[in-house]
């Protein structure tokens, strides 16, 4: 049986400590209660955002300085800053929803502060400390309360980023770094009820590389999958999953884990070799089918293994997870010489009932019984 950790198992200090280190500058153009309102209403991903940002400075000879809640609001950059030129860019995403009591609960921060520092160390930008991720994505909820919805999947996105801000041409770890966290509302992910997705088995493209950056969440993985996912639609798929660097086994989409659930009630994911991101959502949902009974294996998985299988009947149900769509089921596989669909199309069983399980726990429906929620206010 695994013991709940406690917050104070995580921070050195009570969070309240904590968050006391921001200073909150309040904007002076707060958004009227109305307009908030009707943003709210009708929440478009990472396209509202709320009025505030938190924010740390960096410098190499400082530390971790200024911790801050202020105006959100451009940001004037140097031409030269690195960021724009060499990618030195890391982020995060996660989600704060609100429970019908008015709390303000997030989903294994500590998760997302871990791989944060273990994303900086591969990028050579300075560790951010798990009590000053933690810290800082309170700060900014209880700053802006008000723009946490509620309703059925409806919670705040938190997307806290880190970049080289120093202004410098010179190829080196910049000197001066500046850690922000923004916040937008966020509604259902599938508005007219959960779809199944068809995906493009990318063979031309690969998003990472053995000894590269695949593990770490940074923009330049990003900027790697849009070629190939503009190529995808255009192909009539909504997404594309990429395969390791010799084109054999599959890796994960450009922001999704992969599974793949068998006949017999047994999963299988594929492991995690270094080119593939580590996602919270995919550690939890392999906790959960365990915890079910399911047996999950974590192994290289061969495309043509794969196919084979969905045509055989041995693989039942295809889904893809992250933060943002929890779980999506796959019901169509596309490439070069192959079209399957999975499941005739429609989304699993098994698939519908981990994310029921799932987002039931986040949103305080199910009993959290890993401990897995922090309350940010
Ligand atoms: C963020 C991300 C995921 C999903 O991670 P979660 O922690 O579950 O949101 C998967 N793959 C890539 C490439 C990602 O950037």
Redesign the pocket.
């Known amino acids: 049986m695994s013991i709940p950790l406690e917050a104070s198992d995580i921070l050195s200090s009570s969070l309240e400590d904590l968050v006391d280190l921001f200073d909150v500058r309040p904007s002076d153009a707060p958004r009227p209660d109305h307009e908030r309102e009707a943003e709210l209403a009708s929440p478009k991903f990472g396209a509202v955002f709320t009025d505030h940002m938190a924010r740390v400075s960096y410098t190499a000879d400082r530390g971790w300085y200024d911790r801050r809640v202020e105006k959100y609001g451009p940001l004037q950059l140097d031409p030269a800053t690195a960021v724009l030129h060499y990618a030195q860019e890391i982020f995060e ?1 996660l989600k704060a929803y609100k429970h019908s009591d008015g709390s303000i609960w997030t989903f294994r921060p500590e ?2 502060a871990a ?1 944060f520092a273990r994303s900086a160390a591969r990028l050579a930008l300075p560790a951010l400390s798990v009590d000053d991720f933690i810290a800082s994505l309170a700060a900014l909820v209880r700053t802006d309360s008000a723009w946490v919805p509620t309703g059925e999947e409806a919670s705040l996105y938190l997307r806290p980023f880190m970049f080289a801000s120093e202004p410098f041409l010179g190829v080196r770890s910049s000197r001066e770094v500046d850690y922000i966290v923004i916040a937008s509302p966020v509604g259902p992910y599938f508005s007219g009820g959960v779809a199944p997705v068809s995906i493009w088995v990318e063979r031309d493209f690969a ?1 990472a590389a053995a000894g590269g950056t695949g593990a770490a ?1 940074c923009g330049g ?2 900027a790697a999958s849009l070629l190939p996912q503009t190529q995808a639609q255009a192909r009539g798929c909504d997404q594309v999953c990429f395969l390791d660097g010799t084109g054999t086994y599959l890796e ?6 992969v599974f793949v659930v068998r006949a017999d009630g047994s999963v299988e994911t594929p492991e995690l070799t270094g080119s593939i ?1 580590e ?4 550690s939890s949902i392999i906790q959960l089918l365990q915890d079910g009974g399911h047996e999950v294996r974590q192994r290289q998985i061969p495309l043509d293994e794969l196919l084979a299988q969905i045509d055989d009947g041995t693989v039942t149900e295809v889904f893809a ?4 769509a929890v779980v999506t089921p796959i019901g169509r596989l596309a490439g070069s010489n192959f079209d399957k669909s999975i499941s005739d199309g429609a989304a699993g069983s098994l698939t519908m009932a981990i994310r029921e399980e799932l987002t039931g726990i986040q949103t305080g429906a199910v009993e959290d019984r890993h401990g897995w929620l922090r309350r940010l206010a």
């Open positions: 995403g998760q997302n791989r998003r969440k993985n990003y994960e989409l450009g922001g999704m884990n991101l996602g919270v959502t995919r997870c992250g933060t943002a």
